[in-house]
């Protein structure tokens, strides 16, 4: 039994501001890690491994290493059954490009983002990367406040999971924001078999690496 991706529907699911985690196929912990540094858009970042930490101590580390604002991103990886997850720490919010590269070489990611304290306010993000092309992506809430109300990608892979959004009743302009992206998490869940272990992600120590900034 699988704990699926819903959970993320949470306030402040993984940390305060938000979450972005990736669930991958088709490449290894090292090999995302450092796909992950190469797409970072401010400039160059070097890996440094701090060893295997939870979510609070990776932040700990962070803080007490560049401050309380620090510029650095951190990423924890780990591996649950077929999927390879990456959760992002620090300053992730605006700091990566799109993750199509993420995705060479035949690799499948799913980049779920959130950035819950950006006062625009800012939706819920989903996209699906593979040999480096968007075949889907949409905004969970399914408003029109940040462009199309509906999937965009590839015209093979898109409208099926539109369908399948409609057939859970969205888009809605009636439904609060939290719903639509409760209702999104759980149609993306079971239309790609996404699952990100809760328990781990928050409690258990995973392998953790700074993007630091060379």
Same mark, same amino acid.
């Given at each position: ?6 959970? =993320? ?8 501001? /938000? ?10 912990? /090292?090999?995302?890690?450092?796909? =992950? ?29 560049? /401050? ?15 999927? *390879? ?48 092309? =968007? =075949? ?7 408003? &029109? ?23 859970? /009743? ?16 759980? *149609?993306?869940? &079971? ?24």
């Amino acid at each position: 039994m699988t704990e699926g991706i819903t959970w =993320l529907a949470a306030p402040q699911s993984i940390t305060y501001g /938000g979450y972005s985690v990736l669930l991958t196929r088709g490449v290894d912990e /090292g090999e995302l890690v450092s796909r =992950l540094a190469g797409a970072v858009c401010s400039g160059r970042r070097v890996l440094r491994p701090l060893g295997e930490l939870t979510g609070e101590d990776l932040i700990e580390a962070l803080e007490d290493e560049y /401050g309380d604002y620090p510029e650095e991103a951190a990423v924890r990886v780990g591996r649950d059954g077929d999927w *390879v997850f990456a959760v992002l720490y620090g300053l992730w919010q605006g700091e990566f490009e799109s993750m199509e590269p993420v995705s060479r070489d035949g690799a499948h990611v799913f980049h779920l983002e959130f950035e819950e304290e950006n006062g625009k306010p800012v939706p819920p993000w989903f996209h699906y990367f593979h040999d480096e092309r =968007l =075949l889907c992506g949409f905004n969970l809430h399914l408003d &029109r406040s940040w462009g199309s109300a509906g999937v965009d990608g590839d015209p093979e892979v898109a409208p099926a999971l539109q369908k399948a959004l409609a057939a859970a /009743g969205l888009p809605d302009e009636n439904l609060p924001a939290e719903d639509a992206h409760r209702t999104s998490l759980e *149609v993306l869940e &079971r239309h790609f078999g996404l699952s990100l272990p809760r328990g781990r992600v928050l409690g258990e120590p995973l392998s953790s690496v700074v993007l630091e900034i060379a």
